[in-house]
């Protein structure tokens, strides 16, 4: 089956963790991102890749870290240092890296307590 | 700016009932895109549109594009429960378009 898998689906933790959110490709995608939405709000970009080996800041990177070692592989680590990250996580590719035409995961449902 | 504006953020139609939802820019857009997201879910890409008044149809959903390319709308015709969720668009950051600027979403709510 093709398509986006983001894992955990629902992930509780501590205050003070950091927490890796995974997120696979199949797709033989270039592009690939990290989006945050809180409830009843849009999306806010965390960061992108356009392309293996790098990849760029979004609009809310700060308390956040990703890699890019895979072209199938983007996963986002959310540190300690993120003041509020209970938040769906949404994982995202793309045939090119012109941003058209985003593809998503079924998201991530993080809960710090 | 490159800000997309929608509107409005809330509808609440009875099922039957037709719905509208609007995406404005003050800048011209090379293209926008259109998203769906049920409740709980994900968001699933619709249609994108890149030409001037451009119409585009998907059953009941008819999507346009305005003529000066600064303006697109979603109209739904007799809405069904199904097509509960948010309703977003997305335009191509114009001076860099690896990342897409996405509106706020509009959610629509139907009554059986």
């Keep these: ?113 | 700016g490159q800000q997309v504006m929608q509107i409005p953020q809330y509808q609440h139609v009875q099922e039957g009932e037709d719905f509208t939802t609007y995406c404005n820019s003050s800048t011209t857009l090379s293209n926008i895109q259109w998203y769906k997201q049920r409740p709980g879910g994900h968001p699933v890409f619709l249609i994108q549109l890149v030409k001037s008044g451009e119409v585009k149809k998907q059953k009941r959903l008819t999507f346009q594009f305005g003529e000066a390319k600064k303006n697109s709308s979603l109209h739904i015709t007799a809405t069904q429960t199904t097509d509960v969720g948010t309703y977003f668009c997305a335009r191509p950051n114009a001076g860099n378009n690896r990342k897409l600027i996405w509106g706020l979403g509009t959610s629509l709510a139907v009554n059986p």
Excluded at chain 1, 27 to 50: C, E, F, K, T, V
Excluded at chain 1, 55 to 63: N, R, S
């Design chain 1, 1 to 113: 089956d093709g398509g986006i898998t983001q894992s955990p689906k629902y992930l509780f933790r501590k205050e003070g963790q950091n927490v890796t959110l995974s997120c696979e490709q199949n797709l033989n995608h270039d592009a690939m991102y990290w989006y945050r939405q809180d409830p009843g709000q849009g999306l806010r970009l965390i960061y992108y890749s356009q392309i293996v080996n790098d990849f760029q800041k979004g609009d809310i990177a700060e308390g956040y870290s990703v890699s890019r070692e895979k072209k199938e592989s983007f996963p986002l680590t959310v540190t300690s240092a993120q003041k509020n990250p209970t938040a769906f996580y949404l994982c995202a590719s793309s045939p090119t890296a012109d941003g058209n035409t985003i593809y998503f995961g079924e998201g991530s449902w993080l809960t710090v307590v």
